[in-house]
């Protein structure tokens, strides 16, 4: 395998029935808000300036959508047909929400839910997959609207899976309990509504007023405050001319589990022989004894929450025991994920305390080598070249964290999700969720939604290195073994050195653990049928692994390897039919009500087109200014590719200027001109398979934030 491997061999994250090429390579698309400005001039035009500027390495970027967002949070593009694109015609005329269609329904006592039976209420739609990281972002930015709207917004979850193992019917009302959905779902393995309301990225969102039209069409995470300003819009309109519905929501709660652990995350030994694990969704701790089965303890008090005392997680995942040289007052080191925080854990009494992160989720870019006060979902943690390296699968980086400073700086990683080698700042991930060190200082990560095993090496004579070990990219995942080269995983969340330098994977989605040999660079299979496994724990001969579908930690032996043959799968991804020659590229994107795009400054928004391979596009690549590009295939160019494209816009809070116009600005403001407003970034990348084809369509809208 090549030590280093470029954007335009990776692919990108993305669920959806049609298969996407493995030349994409996706970054993460999310629009961001709440930057806020603390001074007249200086932050203002650095944000702005930003926005102008921080997509000019992406040429490599493909979409984000949990993929992007496929990846999760980004743009896949299933562009089926015109008569299926609703997302292309918000804005510029009324359309007719599609009927919800799927296999079945959860969370609604058995009832089939219609938007007939719907109207009169304002209902939001979320287009999730349970891997992505920022569809689970999403969860927890609507849950504060659903509280809040309960009487006339009904939220539903349309799943739409990227993975094979997501279509199955158990793990995605398994998943519907893990991540505490508590609004009806409707499970759609065949995308037939993500198809009728043409959904291009995990997530997208879709809001259909009282009287069934769709009035927004937004990508990404990041929107609850435009959401609430648009609700609020609605509830207004619809209240005065009677069409709206007022009343209980159509959601029905499951009966509550009953098991002693739920969802566990990862594991550790410690030290009496005792193991500490994440019980993820009790958001608690627990030390069990060696048979791993008695509670010792529980740390925390079970409820959802940021505080240390009482000591309250939210979701737990990671954990680290530190080196006995190192002292600083704690004990384990907890990525507290969900809170978006490293939490402190002193055995001796079970104190604990916040090491980093505010309990608010870091909403902006932070280059390798700068740091940020907040966090994007830490996930696991290991002790590496004498620092804690966090695995922040939601920004899509390796971050460190030095317990005896407290400062947290990013390692690796450029925010872009994907699948490319190469130094530190120019290395892509793709939500990394699984971290162990080996005894050579090699440190190993599970790339959960690449499918992938990746490796960072110090490499004192030529810089720090990231490779890949196992994986194909954001699209290409299944159960192959043999030459590391040609193997297949599918979402893996864990990875643990085994004693004699070969690497044990958790590989989730396949319900079994893998092994990497780095010496004869092949894979094998050390055991199957598990359920969900999330972390490995090396016990001797043994093996602990964390069954988090299961609800339970195992002990298996290390048997000798075997070879799995199974099937290869790709990503179903629909092409877009565009016309040969011009195309008129338009992002579609209106700001919030009370919102504005301000200019003062320079144009507001950054436009970057690439293209894979480079030779589909003849004119319009690169990064500019504005919304819209006019852009041209060769005519002596490839008939099929995929076009990637990342947008973003700065809008900043209306009142800012004082009501004076442009040419007044450089005057000096007067009280109560709000000088101190916020600005808001909303970003999102797209890779959009497209086949050229005469007749077709010569131009391209896709929808950052559409609304009527």
């Not at 993460?28 to 400005?37: K, M």
């Not at 992406?58 to 562009?79: E, I, K, L, T, Y």
């Not at 997501?166 to 893990?178: K, S, T």
């Not at 005519?635 to 973003?648: F, H, M, R, T, Y």
Request: glycine share 10%; proline share 7%.
């Amino acid at each position: 395998m090549a030590a280093a491997r470029s954007a335009s061999a990776r692919g990108t994250h993305g669920t959806g029935p049609a298969a996407r090429p493995p030349e994409t390579a996706q970054i993460g698309h999310r629009p961001v808000a709440g930057w806020s400005v603390s001074s007249l001039l200086r932050p203002r035009r650095a944000l702005i300036a930003a926005v102008g500027t921080h997509l000019r390495d992406s040429a490599h970027m493909s979409d984000r959508g949990c993929d992007v967002a496929d990846v999760c949070a980004s743009g896949d593009a299933r562009n089926t047909g015109a008569a299926s694109r609703v997302g292309l015609l918000v804005g510029r005329s009324r359309v007719r929400a599609p009927e919800l269609r799927g296999r079945r329904w959860l969370h609604t006592g058995g009832t089939e839910l219609t938007l007939a039976g719907l109207r009169g209420k304002i209902v939001l739609l979320d287009f999730w997959t349970f891997c992505c990281i920022n569809c689970l972002h999403v969860l927890d930015e609507l849950r504060e609207l659903e509280e809040r709207y309960s009487d006339v917004l009904v939220t539903i979850g349309v799943h739409s899976p990227k993975f094979v193992h997501e279509a199955d019917p158990g793990a995605v009302e398994a998943a519907a309990e893990r991540y505490a959905v508590h609004h009806p779902v409707l499970d759609d393995p065949e995308l037939s509504t993500w198809d009728a309301y043409a959904a291009r990225a995990w997530p997208t969102l879709v809001v259909v007023d009282p009287t069934g039209y769709v009035v927004a069409h937004l990508s990404g995470e990041g929107h609850a405050h435009g959401l609430s300003v648009l609700i609020e819009e609605l509830v207004a309109e619809h209240d005065a001319a009677g069409t709206l519905r007022r009343g209980d929501a159509p959601y029905v709660a499951p009966p509550e589990p009953a098991t002693a652990l739920r969802f566990p995350g990862k594991a550790i030994a410690l030290p009496g022989g005792t193991v500490l694990v994440s019980d993820t969704a009790h958001h608690q701790l627990v030390e069990l004894e060696p048979d791993l089965a008695t509670e010792r303890r529980r740390i925390g008090t079970g409820e959802r929450g940021f505080s240390d005392s009482p000591a309250r997680f939210s979701e737990p995942q990671g954990l680290l025991l530190l080196p006995g040289h190192v002292s600083a007052g704690y004990d384990v080191v907890v990525a507290d994920t969900v809170n978006h925080a490293l939490r402190g854990l002193r055995l001796a009494d079970g104190a604990v305390s916040t090491l980093a992160g505010t309990g608010e989720q870091l909403r902006t870019r932070v280059q390798p080598g700068a740091g940020a006060t907040e966090l994007s979902s830490p996930w696991d943690l290991a002790w590496w070249e004498d620092r804690i390296v966090v695995a922040m699968a939601g920004s899509h980086q390796l971050w460190s964290f030095d317990p005896a400073t407290g400062a947290v700086a990013v390692l690796a990683g450029t925010t872009n999700e994907g699948l490319r080698d190469g130094a530190p700042d120019e290395a892509f991930f793709a939500q990394p969720s699984g971290l162990a060190a080996g005894p050579d200082g090699t440190l190993w990560v599970a790339d959960a939604e690449a499918s992938a095993v990746r490796s960072v090496e110090t490499a004192p004579a030529a810089g720090a290195h990231v490779a890949t070990a196992v994986g194909l990219g954001l699209f290409d995942f299944g159960f192959r073994d043999g030459d590391a080269e040609q193997a297949l995983l599918q979402h893996p969340l864990g990875v643990a050195v085994l004693p004699d330098g070969s690497v044990a994977v958790a590989d989730t989605y396949n319900g079994a653990v893998r092994r990497f040999d780095p010496v004869e660079r092949t894979v094998g299979t050390l055991a199957r049928d598990l359920r969900e496994p999330s972390g490995l724990l090396v016990d001797g001969d043994h093996l602990v692994v964390v069954e988090s579908g299961a609800h339970r930690l195992v002990r298996v032996p290390m048997p000798a390897t075997t070879r799995v043959d199974g099937r290869a799968h790709r990503v179903r991804r629909a092409r877009t039919d565009l016309g040969p020659g011009p195309l008129a590229l338009r992002i579609d994107f209106t700001p919030p009500t009370g919102q504005h795009l301000d200019a003062r400054f320079g144009d507001p928004t950054s436009l970057t087109v690439a293209a894979s391979p480079p030779e589909l596009l003849a004119d319009g690549a690169g990064t500019a200014p504005g919304l819209h590009r006019a852009l041209r295939f060769a005519a002596d160019g490839p008939s099929e590719g995929v076009l990637q494209i990342s947008v973003a816009a700065a809008a900043c809070d209306d009142g800012d200027t004082g009501g004076r116009q442009p040419a007044e600005l450089a005057e000096p403001a007067g009280r109560g001109s709000a000088v101190f407003a916020a600005c808001h970034r909303y970003q999102q990348d797209w890779g959009i398979p497209v086949r050229l084809v005469d007749g077709a369509p010569d131009e391209l809208v896709l929808d950052l934030r559409a609304v009527r």
